[in-house]
C-alpha cells in the first residue's frame, strides 16, 4: 500500500468535517526507533523508544495536525491563515498553506525563535511578523485578527489541529500492537499532549490497545502547569516551548491525572544534557524535543518511577536542525588546520 499521509491513512478515525479537501505533503509514518544503549544508559530492565517526529516533512510533529487544520480550511474556501508561533507551527504552517495556494501570516516572538525555524517559515513563503513580546501575547493577537477578519486560525485553538495530530497515537500503538506503558513528551501550549491522550483513548475503545501513563514534561523557567499558575517572562534555552499560559493547559492536567501520570519541570542544564546524550545515540533533536526523556530520566533518578519490564516511548517532537546555533553554543567547535598532510596526520593519529 502506499503511504499517502495521515488523512488518507487515519481519515475515518479523524472527526473532520465533509468538506475537508486533503492537503497534504506526506506527513506521519516516522519511525519508532528502539533505543536499547540509552536504556542501558539510564539504569537498564525496560524497552525504550523514540518517536522521531523530527522526520516529518518540515522536521516536526506540527505536520500531523496542519495537514487536518489546512485541509480543513482549504475545503471551506479560506483564502488566508494566521497562527502564532514558537517556530514550529510557523514552519509547518507556511508550508501547508502554500501548498494550498493560501496566504499565511505568522507572529512570532522577537529573537526567540531558532534559526532553522524562521527559514522554513520564510522559504515558504510566509508573510514573518516578529513582535516585541511572547509566545503568549503573540497567541492573543493572532486570536483577535481572526475573529475580526477572514482569516483561518491554525493554533492548536484550531480543533482539527487535535484530530491530525492524534495520528501519532494510532501510529504508536500498530507498531508495538498496543499502547506503551509510560508516554513522555515535552508539553509548551500543550496541543501534543491532549491530542496524544484524545488518540489512545479513541484506540482503547476501538481496539482495547490500553492506555499508556503520560509523563509531560516542561522546561522549569516555562512551567506554568507545574507552578498551577501563568508564567508572564517565561524562559528556557528550549525556546519551543517557552511558554507561559497554555492553550490547552486545562486538558493537559486532565490527560495527566486519567493517565495516573504526572507533568514535571526540569532545568535547562537537564534538557542540554539529554540533547547530547540522544545524539550521541544517533539521534539528533532540537532541545525542546529532549525535554521529555529528560524528565524520565529526572524521575528515575528520583526513584519516583519505577521502569521494570516497562516499555516507554518517548515523543522527540522536532529535528536538530531546527536549532543549529544551539550547538555552537554548546558543543566543541571544528579544528581549523592548514591543508598539510603533517598537520592532518598530527591530529588524525597524533603522530608527525
Ligand atoms: C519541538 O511552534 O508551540 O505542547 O508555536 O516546537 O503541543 O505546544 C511548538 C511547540 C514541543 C510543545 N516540542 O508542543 C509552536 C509551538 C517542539 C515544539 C512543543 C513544541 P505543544
Not at 475537508?20 to 536504556?39: D, S
Not at 480543513?72 to 510557523?90: D, F, L, M, Q
Not at 516542561?218 to 502547569?225: C, F, M, R, T
Not at 529535528?319 to 591530529?347: C, N, W, Y
Amino acid at each position: 500500500m502506499i503511504y499517502q499521509g495521515v488523512l488518507n491513512r487515519y481519515g475515518s478515525l479523524l472527526d473532520l468535517p465533509a468538506h475537508t479537501t486533503p492537503v497534504t505533503l506526506l506527513e506521519g509514518n516516522t519511525p519508532l526507533i528502539p533505543m536499547p544503549r540509552l536504556a542501558e544508559e539510564l539504569g537498564g530492565g525496560f524497552e525504550l523508544y523514540v518517536k522521531y517526529e523530527g522526520l516529518n516533512p518540515t522536521g516536526s510533529f506540527k505536520d500531523r495536525g496542519m495537514t487536518a487544520a489546512i485541509s480543513e480550511a482549504a475545503g471551506r474556501g479560506a483564502k488566508a491563515v494566521i497562527c502564532a508561533s514558537t517556530g514550529n507551527t510557523a514552519a509547518s504552517a507556511a508550508a501547508y498553506a502554500t501548498r494550498a495556494g493560501m496566504r499565511c501570516v505568522v507572529i512570532i516572538p522577537r529573537g526567540k525563535v531558532a534559526a532553522g525555524k524562521l527559514a522554513g517559515a520564510i522559504a515558504y513563503g510566509a508573510r514573518v511578523i516578529q513582535i516585541d513580546g511572547s509566545f503568549d501575547d503573540a497567541l492573543n493577537l493572532v486570536v483577535e485578527v481572526s475573529n475580526k477578519h477572514p482569516i483561518a486560525l491554525v493554533n492548536s485553538l484550531n480543533p482539527y489541529r487535535l484530530e491530525g495530530q492524534k495520528s501519532g497515537a494510532f501510529e504508536i500503538c500498530d507498531v508495538l500492537g498496543s499502547a506503551p506503558d509510560w508516554f513522555c513528551l515535552p508539553v509548551g501550549n500543550a496541543g501534543n499532549i491532549t491530542s496524544y491522550w484524545m488518540g489512545f483513548r479513541q484506540y482503547n475503545a476501538l481496539k482495547q490497545s490500553g492506555l499508556p501513563q503520560i509523563l509531560g514534561v516542561q522546561a522549569e523557567g516555562s512551567a506554568p502547569l507545574v507552578l498551577g499558575h501563568p508564567v508572564d517572562h517565561p524562559e528556557t534555552v528550549a525556546t519551543a516551548i517557552r511558554i507561559g499560559r497554555p492553550a490547552r493547559g486545562e486538558q493537559a492536567l486532565e490527560a495527566a491525572e486519567q493517565s495516573n501520570g504526572r507533568i514535571i519541570a526540569v532545568s535547562d542544564e537537564a534538557i542540554l544534557a539529554m540533547q547530547k546524550r540522544l545524539a550521541a545515540n544517533g539521534v539528533w533533536v532540537e532541545p525542546a524535543s529532549a525535554a521529555g526523556l529528560a524528565g524520565m530520566r529526572h524521575d528515575l533518578e528520583a526513584g519516583k518511577i519505577d521502569l521494570k519490564g516497562k516499555r516507554v516511548v518517548v515523543v522527540c517532537t522536532g529535528h536538530g536542525m531546527k536549532d543549529p546555533d544551539i550547538v555552537a553554543k554548546q558543543m566543541e567547535a571544528p579544528t581549523v588546520l592548514p591543508a598539510r598532510l603533517a598537520d592532518i596526520e598530527e591530529a588524525v593519529v597524533g603522530a608527525k
